[in-house]
């Protein structure tokens, strides 16, 4: 039986992030042959191309989570209509120096849970056209646009009864998705 370790990237540095709880309730339903690693991103620096000869360790270690990585996992909110900046500036980082991309042809699903009745339908919608830029296979159907609401989150931070349907069959397409398009 092959093991697939999954990188998760959550675009939110909040300690008690919907997207987070969201990410941990999503890795529960995950069968064992399948690993979640949550990729730090807080501690990045701030992207500047005068550092790419000299990349930051914190950098390096992304790269290296993101390269030792079967396929990604992206659980991102919804800020001002777009993805957060903590999530571009890891984004850039591991895209770079250019021509040195720890993304490229790593398989992906994207996902989010907003407050908001759209969720993070447009963060979601500028995270695709980026990752399709850095060659990263990303999972187009179904798209998944969250709500939280009472009863989303059981008390234990597993997915609700109500939610458990849908996100297990999105969970059961994404891990086909890894096992297809995973180098």
Same mark, same amino acid.
């Given at each position: 039986?092959?093991? %697939? #370790?999954?990188?998760?990237?959550i675009?939110?540095l909040?300690?008690?992030?919907?997207?987070?709880?969201?990410?941990?309730?999503?890795?529960?339903?995950?069968?064992?042959?399948?690993?979640?690693?949550?990729?730090?991103?807080?501690?990045?620096?701030?992207?500047?191309?005068?550092?790419?000869?000299?990349?930051?360790?914190?950098?390096?270690?992304?790269?290296?989570?993101?390269?030792?990585?079967?396929?990604?996992?992206?659980? #991102?909110?919804? %800020?001002?209509?777009?993805?957060?900046?903590?999530?571009?500036?890891?984004?850039?980082?591991?895209?770079?120096? %250019?021509?040195?991309?720890?993304?490229?042809?790593?398989?992906?699903?994207?996902?989010?849970?907003?407050?908001? #009745?759209?969720?993070?339908?447009?963060?979601?919608?500028?995270?695709?056209?980026?990752?399709?830029?850095?060659?990263?296979?990303?999972?187009?159907?179904?798209?998944v646009?969250?709500?939280?609401?009472?009863?989303?989150?059981?008390?234990?931070?597993?997915?609700?009864?109500?939610s458990?349907?849908?996100?297990?069959?999105?969970?059961?397409?994404?891990?086909?998705?890894?096992?297809q398009h995973?180098?």
């Open positions: 039986m092959s093991t %697939y #370790t999954i990188a998760v990237v675009g939110s909040r300690k008690d992030s919907f997207n987070r709880q969201l990410a941990t309730g999503l890795a529960r339903l995950a069968p064992p042959e399948f690993s979640f690693k949550l990729v730090e991103i807080g501690d990045l620096p701030l992207y500047n191309q005068d550092d790419d000869a000299n990349q930051a360790p914190q950098v390096k270690r992304l790269k290296a989570d993101i390269s030792g990585a079967h396929g990604l996992l992206f659980v #991102t909110p919804e %800020y001002n209509r777009s993805m957060p900046g903590v999530l571009k500036n890891a984004i850039d980082h591991a895209s770079r120096p %250019y021509g040195q991309s720890a993304w490229a042809g790593k398989p992906a699903g994207v996902l989010g849970i907003s407050v908001g #009745t759209i969720g993070t339908a447009l963060a979601q919608q500028h995270l695709r056209n980026v990752l399709a830029y850095l060659d990263v296979p990303t999972m187009g159907q179904p798209e646009f969250l709500q939280v609401k009472e009863g989303f989150f059981a008390p234990d931070g597993t997915i609700g009864a109500d458990m349907p849908f996100l297990q069959d999105w969970m059961n397409r994404f891990m086909a998705w890894i096992k995973a180098g």
